[in-house]
């Protein structure tokens, strides 16, 4: 079983930045990869960028440039550090642990964080 545990979610002016953490404990062989989500009010859920086990990174198109996601394996944490933040990345945020296979992340249903709100005023 794995555990998620995000943080640092906030309201910022547009222009801003925040850094969001995801904190996981447990562990599943089924893992090799953690994605962050976001879901905005009256819309799906939408992938916003990944990490794979051996480093590998993926972002949506409409976060490219401006959103670095990283990790720190001693820490079990994940890191999204959102820059030049837009009103419309006003969301609420979370974290997953899923499976990166042919360049295609899988998220797995079971291991959702909670969610961390962010609001980006204009």
């Known amino acids: 079983q794995v555990q998620l545990v995000e943080s640092g979610g906030g309201l910022v002016q547009a222009g801003g930045s925040l850094r969001l953490s995801c904190a996981a404990s447990?562990?599943?062989?089924?893992?090799?990869?953690m994605g962050w989500y976001r879901q905005a009010p009256g819309k799906q859920r939408e992938l916003v960028a990944i990490?794979?086990?051996?480093?590998?990174?993926k972002y949506a198109d409409s976060v490219k440039g401006r959103f670095t996601i990283s990790r720190d394996n001693a820490k079990n944490t994940v890191y999204l550090q959102m820059t030049s933040l837009k009103p419309e990345d006003t969301a609420v945020y979370y974290c997953n642990a899923g499976t990166y296979f042919s360049g295609t992340y899988y998220s797995n249903t079971a291991y959702w964080g909670q969610g961390t709100q962010v609001t980006v005023s204009s």
């Open positions: 990490i794979a086990s051996g480093g590998s990174t």
């Open positions: 447990g562990s599943s062989f089924r893992i090799n990869a």
